[in-house]
């Protein structure tokens, strides 16, 4: 059996509310990039980019955790932009952030990354196997 690349993009919309939709190519490179992190921490999962399927049955679990993956590459880049908004320096003029949205953005990736990272430390095997 195969699983679709949609639910692992369902999984994905499920982590946050926009009012616009991300750009189909932009998330298809978070996919990516999310298979790429579990790849080279857990196991091969066999992701056939032609075809846009998993060609194997990806236990609920996986799909949950390639969208936690893909959720913080994408607040990563959410960070990056709010950082660059807030922290605008040229020749004749400077301007810095005037509120907390630059300690929330960093604190948003902070909790992405680390709640990616649990759910893969879930699906290792432990040394005594």
Same mark, same amino acid.
């Given at each position: 059996m195969?699983?679709?690349?949609?639910?692992?993009l369902d999984s994905f919309h499920t982590e946050f509310m926009d009012k616009s939709p991300l750009n189909a190519s932009l +998330?298809?490179? =978070?996919?990516l990039k999310s298979i790429g992190d =579990?790849?080279?921490e857990l196991y091969e999962l066999d992701y056939d980019?032609?075809? +846009?399927?998993?060609?194997?049955?990806l236990m609920r679990y996986e799909i949950?955790?390639?969208?936690?993956?893909?959720?913080k590459h994408y607040v990563s880049r959410e960070k990056d932009r709010?950082?660059?908004?807030?922290?605008?320096? #040229?020749?004749?003029i400077?301007?810095?952030?005037?509120?907390?949205?630059?300690?929330t953005a960093i604190k948003n990736y902070e909790m992405a990354k680390d709640e990616s990272y649990k759910m893969m +430390?879930?699906?290792? #095997? #432990?040394?005594?196997?």
């Open positions: 195969t699983t679709p690349k949609q639910k692992v +998330e298809n490179l =978070f996919l =579990f790849e080279v980019e032609t075809n +846009e399927v998993f060609n194997k049955d949950s955790t390639l969208g936690a993956l893909m959720y709010i950082l660059k908004l807030n922290n605008v320096v #040229g020749k004749d400077k301007i810095t952030s005037m509120g907390d949205s630059k300690r +430390e879930k699906l290792k #095997g #432990g040394s005594y196997q």
